[in-house]
């Protein structure tokens, strides 16, 4: 992608080599779990990063969630040595964005609070700016109407954690520019993400959805004493968790169909898995349930901490993914 950062640019961009995609410097709005992740990764790959959250402890929760992940990224191959160095912390708003080639915004999700971020944003930041919020909540075009330039702003949602996870959906709003989402996807791709484009806005986006549809039905299971957390962890991580990672629903139920593909699949045995869709289950999160699912998350996990647990996972999601992308390149 073209670099289409303005002349006056200062001296510090113009000797700064350019990153991904051209872009050199980013600014990432609010500082937790998702924003800690996009910084790491922004920094790894060679971008000027600023912060900004109003939080007095952001400053340390970032530098110690950075540190943290370090690791993840030094095993895909991302350089790590000096990591910080090129990252800023900033608690006012419209200076952080100042000289920002990309704006990835991981606020609040209500729509008066991001509309108010933008606002401020779009009034302060470079024209050459591109504009991403990672809400899953509030769908672009609601955001955009706080602005004067709507076709700016992209939806661009990772999936947790941003830094490892491939997935980042890009969703434009009713007046987003197709250039933004040209942009956005360029980018990401750049940053080694996979960028999906929907075709439309929906509530949740896609892959929160489907997580949504698979967790409710896995609530009312142990709810029902079926099997316990446990149990059914085994049973998805030993079953579709593995199936699905190399091959998604669709594509599964085509191979499932033999030689007459998804078709034969769907005439055959999707009436039958149909007729079973009335009887799942529609558990609530009242009180006794969350007390049992708590009660059996702290006989399953606490013996571990979340960080060794998520470290653990890390690796093994870095693992599935190197051995996904060298079946990937021996395919080609």
């Given at each position: 992608m073209p670099d289409t950062r303005p002349t006056s640019a200062t001296r510090a961009d113009q000797e700064s080599p350019a990153g991904p995609g051209?872009?050199?410097s980013?600014?990432?709005?609010?500082?937790?779990?998702?924003?800690?992740?996009?910084?790491?990764?922004?920094?790894?790959?060679?971008?000027?990063?600023?912060?900004?959250?109003?939080?007095?402890e952001a400053e340390q929760q970032v530098r110690a969630g950075v540190e943290e992940i370090a690791p993840s990224l030094a095993a895909l191959g991302l350089p790590t040595e000096g990591l910080t160095d090129r990252l800023r912390f900033e608690p006012d708003l419209a200076a952080a964005v100042a000289d920002a080639d990309l704006v990835q915004e991981n606020g609040p999700e209500r729509l008066g609070v991001k509309q108010e971020i933008w606002r401020?944003?779009?009034?302060?930041?470079?024209?050459?700016?591109?504009?991403?919020?990672?809400?899953?909540g509030v769908p672009a075009t609601a955001i955009a109407e706080a602005l004067e330039q709507p076709g700016r702003l992209v939806v661009g949602h990772p999936f947790n954690p941003p830094h490892l996870v491939p997935?980042?959906?890009?969703?434009?709003?009713?007046?987003?520019?197709?250039?933004?989402?040209?942009?956005?996807?360029?980018?990401?791709?750049?940053?080694?993400?996979?960028?999906?484009?929907?075709?439309?806005?929906?509530?949740?986006?896609?892959?929160?959805?489907?997580?949504?549809?698979?967790?409710?039905?896995?609530?009312?299971?142990?709810?029902?004493?079926?099997?316990?957390?446990?149990?059914?962890?085994?049973?998805?991580?030993?079953?579709?968790?593995?199936r699905w990672a190399v091959a998604g629903p669709f594509r599964t139920f085509h191979l499932g169909g033999g030689p007459g593909g998804l078709p034969h699949f769907l005439t055959h045995l999707g009436t039958q898995m149909a007729a079973g869709w009335p009887h799942l289950g529609r558990p609530l999160l009242d009180e006794s349930t969350v007390a049992?699912?708590?009660?059996q998350a702290q006989d399953a996990f606490g013996t571990e901490s979340v960080a060794e647990l998520a470290e653990r996972r890390d690796r093994a999601q870095i693992a599935l993914m190197n051995a996904l992308g060298a079946d990937r390149v021996e395919q080609a």
């Amino acid at each position: 992608m073209p670099d289409t950062r303005p002349t006056s640019a200062t001296r510090a961009d113009q000797e700064s080599p350019a990153g991904p995609g051209g872009y050199r410097s980013a600014t990432v709005i609010g500082a937790g779990v998702i924003g800690t992740s996009w910084t790491a990764l922004f920094l790894a790959h060679g971008l000027r990063v600023t912060v900004t959250d109003p939080r007095p402890e952001a400053e340390q929760q970032v530098r110690a969630g950075v540190e943290e992940i370090a690791p993840s990224l030094a095993a895909l191959g991302l350089p790590t040595e000096g990591l910080t160095d090129r990252l800023r912390f900033e608690p006012d708003l419209a200076a952080a964005v100042a000289d920002a080639d990309l704006v990835q915004e991981n606020g609040p999700e209500r729509l008066g609070v991001k509309q108010e971020i933008w606002r401020t944003v779009e009034q302060a930041a470079p024209a050459h700016a591109l504009f991403a919020t990672s809400t899953s909540g509030v769908p672009a075009t609601a955001i955009a109407e706080a602005l004067e330039q709507p076709g700016r702003l992209v939806v661009g949602h990772p999936f947790n954690p941003p830094h490892l996870v491939p997935l980042v959906e890009v969703v434009p709003g009713e007046r987003t520019a197709p250039e933004t989402v040209e942009r956005a996807c360029a980018l990401y791709t750049a940053l080694g993400k996979k960028p999906q484009v929907l075709r439309k806005e929906i509530p949740g986006f896609v892959a929160n959805r489907l997580q949504s549809a698979l967790f409710r039905e896995a609530v009312h299971l142990v709810a029902e004493g079926v099997v316990t957390e446990a149990e059914l962890d085994a049973i998805v991580t030993d079953s579709i968790g593995m199936r699905w990672a190399v091959a998604g629903p669709f594509r599964t139920f085509h191979l499932g169909g033999g030689p007459g593909g998804l078709p034969h699949f769907l005439t055959h045995l999707g009436t039958q898995m149909a007729a079973g869709w009335p009887h799942l289950g529609r558990p609530l999160l009242d009180e006794s349930t969350v007390a049992l699912l708590t009660q059996q998350a702290q006989d399953a996990f606490g013996t571990e901490s979340v960080a060794e647990l998520a470290e653990r996972r890390d690796r093994a999601q870095i693992a599935l993914m190197n051995a996904l992308g060298a079946d990937r390149v021996e395919q080609a």
